[in-house]
């Protein structure tokens, strides 16, 4: 059974800063590639970023220059740093991870964390 488990998020200010972190455990072969994904009420799930297992990285143009993501493998977490929050990046914080098990390779997603971004 694979988990991936999510912490970081929070209340900030505009123009603050949050990290947020996601494991990955289980029985687990291999990471293929990690994603934030976020969903504010009322609007569709979108990409935030994605990093592959190699490190080549992916942004959404609305965070591009702003969040940074990055992974240790041989922790199996990844994090997405994000600086310069707008109220437009409040949102629920999904992470997401392409996983080979012995089940075969499928996507896992976690619990979701909130991110709020307020004065």
């Known amino acids: 059974q694979v988990q991936l488990v999510e912490s970081g998020g929070g209340l900030v200010q505009p123009g603050g800063s949050l990290r947020l972190s996601c494991t990955a455990s289980g029985t687990i072969f291999r990471i293929y590639v990690m994603a934030w994904y976020r969903q504010a009420p009322g609007k569709q799930r979108e990409l935030v970023a994605s990093?592959?297992?190699?490190?080549?990285?992916n942004y959404a143009d609305s965070v591009k220059g702003r969040f940074t993501i990055s992974r240790d493998n041989t922790k199996s977490t990844v994090w997405l740093q994000m600086s310069s929050l707008k109220p437009e990046d409040t949102a629920v914080y999904y992470c997401n991870a392409h996983i080979l098990t012995q089940r075969g390779t499928n996507d896992y997603w976690g619990q979701g964390t909130q991110v709020t971004v307020s004065s």
């Open positions: 990093i592959t297992n190699i490190g080549t990285t």
